[in-house]
């Protein structure tokens, strides 16, 4: 310190008192409180609101082929077979999933295996079922194969056969990855088993599957 100079002195700081320390902590709970007690009134609205607002599906309209996602073998390919049988598509296409952990190198049937068997059960000929060649292992690798698919039949347009939860995502990955393909696209969900969006807080499976949706649609708009 050169000579003159006024010693520093530290900065003083004014101590809040107990009771305002209080009163906040007191405003913090109840602000908290009238919050949750907000949500949980509306919670038959918002919650239902929020399983909706995942359903993008379309109404089913003929096109050339069906493509069914992997995934949720019990839904899909029966979602997929309606609609051959109905008269609104020719082809069913079935992508080759990639096996993973305890079934890698397993003895059961592949899930490819699995969804054609299905489709033969529910009456979709052998020779309408197309196995996709490439192994995919997430919903983007399914939209890269079907667009290999598509730049070899350029004139054919394909349903999208997922579940009525996974549409949005599935809508946002497959025109990011096709460009103007995606417009050759129809995309149709198939209904969720034991609950639906009125009520899919209620089961496990239901809260798993769309708090997992949405934090998988949140990955997906920061990766891609």
Not at 55 to 62: K, L, M, T
Not at 102 to 126: H, Y
Request: charged content about 25%.
């Amino acid at each position: 310190m050169g000579p003159g100079r006024v010693p520093e002195q530290p900065a003083l700081t004014t101590p809040v008192p107990p009771r305002r320390r209080w009163r906040r902590w007191v405003w913090g709970l109840g602000v908290l409180g009238a919050l949750v007690g907000m949500v949980y009134l509306l919670h038959p609205l918002l919650l239902p609101a929020a399983a909706n607002w995942l359903d993008v599906s379309e109404p089913p309209q003929a096109s050339d082929d069906v493509l069914v996602l992997g995934g949720e073998p019990n839904v899909r390919p029966f979602v997929a077979a309606a609609l051959y049988d109905a008269g609104l598509a020719k082809r069913v296409l079935i992508p080759k999933v990639k096996r993973t952990g305890a079934a890698e190198g397993s003895t059961f049937p592949s899930e490819q295996e699995v969804i054609r068997r299905v489709l033969l059960k529910r009456g979709v000929p052998d020779e309408a079922i197309v196995p996709l060649p490439d192994e995919v292992d997430s919903t983007a690798d399914e939209a890269a194969s079907l667009g290999r698919y598509l730049d070899d039949n350029p004139e054919r347009t394909v349903t999208v056969v997922t579940t009525c939860y996974h549409t949005r995502r599935v809508r946002w990955i497959f025109r990011k990855q096709l460009g103007p393909r995606a417009e050759r696209l129809r995309f149709v969900g198939g209904p969720t088993d034991g609950y639906d969006t009125s009520n899919w807080w209620r089961s496990e499976d239901g809260c798993c599957r769309y708090a997992n949706e949405y934090l998988k649609l949140a990955f997906y708009l920061v990766q891609y």
